[in-house]
């Protein structure tokens, strides 16, 4: 079976669940798919390329077999975004194993249907979703320029600032002077849409950080 970064599976505890996300947040899971089923993954490159958020960390591989969390991401995730949304909001690397990738060579090799590959963004120019919900996830209080607003996948308005982060205020994302992140988090910060409107237009500078996963702006 064939199976892309959009795709969403028709098998397993994660069924329903697209499979880019389900590599953010436990990509051990999607290798073994790849040595264990028939399926392989015809952008895989393309996840590669992103880091992941891994909630179970080394013992990720424990999350197909002792069922660990299935519904906190339903619930949590997958209602909530969509693949395409966080899709740059990693901060850990991952290497699919060895056997993972020559199966999935392999498979690619005899597969019917139209291999898609997806371009990859220079990590530089990606936009971060700091979208973290349960985790225990915090940053010093730093400087926040209003950049954009666009909508997610899910229609809800996501608020993009720029933030240097050169001193590391966020000690999981890149450490760039000039990085775009972003939360659709603001309607709990207590910041009518009136007042957020005259931020963006503005540029003004706001001060926030990031408390229990979440992007918390002050004015």
Known sequence: MLLHSNSRLTFGKYQGMNLGLIYLLSPSYINWILEETRCCIGDIEFL?????????????????????????????????????????????????????????????????????????????ERKIMIFYPGMKINSIETSFIPSEMELSKGGETVLFFLVNNRNEAIDFLPCREKLVVSSFFWSDWQITADNMDKIFDEKRVVEGQVVDGQLIIRV
């Open 48 to 124: 590669k390329s992103l880091k992941v958020i891994n909630k179970f960390g080394n013992n990720g591989h424990l999350a197909h077999y002792a069922d660990i969390d299935a519904e906190e991401f339903k619930e949590n995730w997958s209602r909530k975004v969509d693949f395409e949304d966080v899709k740059f909001s990693g901060y850990e690397n991952f290497f699919f194993s060895d056997l993972a990738l020559n199966k999935n060579k392999e498979k690619l090799n005899l597969v019917s249907g139209v291999v898609k590959e997806r371009e990859i963004t220079l990590e530089e």
